[in-house]
């Protein structure tokens, strides 16, 4: 069946660094969404792409679809204790159904 | 606006003993509906969805079922519950292929 990966799985970054998170899935996408859950919380929709080759950025997080549209990646610029949580990539098929990645979870460290 | 709620936010239940989690939503009609679960420190996964009142598919067989009886009600249960079924249970709700907005989630204890 169509699954979506994620790495890494768990991320340790000192407050100022830069945090990045690959997903990838064994088949072409038709968008992929990104979600945040915060410890204890429900996850949070943070973006969708659709296109090819498609960035866009949230103040310093920033969010690419590969060009095969198989694949994805998260980058935050100068981490804050607030990026704490674990961040989800959520691909879309042809069923509209969304497969989950499996996560990464992200500690900083002020 | 649409707003999503989901009851209760925990529950202990011992081994055996029947569920029922309910979760409606309000403000949008015949919204697409998706019970997820996540054991700690996992990903989610999808348990059911349904895209219409009646209308529901099973992603995983258990011992768990859901119903739809009315368009934005959507309800979990179960008629005895495992240790497995231990978990973090998340509503949520997409028009189409929108993206889902989910619910507070409950975290259940199956002791």
């Known amino acids: 069946g169509q699954q979506v990966m994620q790495i890494p799985q768990y991320q340790h970054v000192q407050e100022g660094e830069d945090f990045t998170t690959y997903c990838n899935s064994s088949?072409?996408?038709?968008?992929i969404q990104w979600y945040k859950q915060r410890p204890g919380g429900h996850p949070v929709f943070l973006i969708q792409?659709?296109?090819?080759?498609e960035v866009k950025k949230q103040k310093r997080l920033t969010f690419q679809f590969g060009e095969a549209k198989k694949n994805s990646s998260l980058h935050i610029t100068a981490t804050q204790t607030t990026d704490v949580g674990t961040y989800f990539c959520a691909g879309v098929k042809d069923t509209d159904k969304l497969i989950f990645g499996t996560g990464t979870r992200l500690q900083v460290f002020p | 606006s649409q707003t999503i709620h989901q009851w209760p936010a925990t529950l202990v239940q011992p081994v055996g003993s029947p569920l029922s989690l309910e979760c409606t939503v309000e403000g949008t009609s015949n919204p697409n509906l998706y019970w997820y679960r996540q054991a700690a420190g996992r990903g989610l996964q999808l348990l059911f969805y349904?895209?219409?009142?009646?209308?529901i598919s099973s992603e995983v067989p258990q011992n768990l079922s859901a119903s739809r009886p009315q368009d934005r009600q959507f309800i979990l249960s179960s008629k005895k519950l495992l240790l497995s079924d231990s978990g973090f249970y998340l509503c949520?709700?997409?028009?189409?292929?929108?993206?889902?907005?989910f619910g507070n989630g409950t975290r259940l204890t199956v002791t």
């Open positions: 088949t072409t996408l038709s968008n």
């Open positions: 349904s895209v219409g009142i009646g209308q």
């Open positions: 792409l659709v296109k090819s080759g």
């Open positions: 949520a709700w997409s028009a189409g292929s929108s993206p889902l907005h």
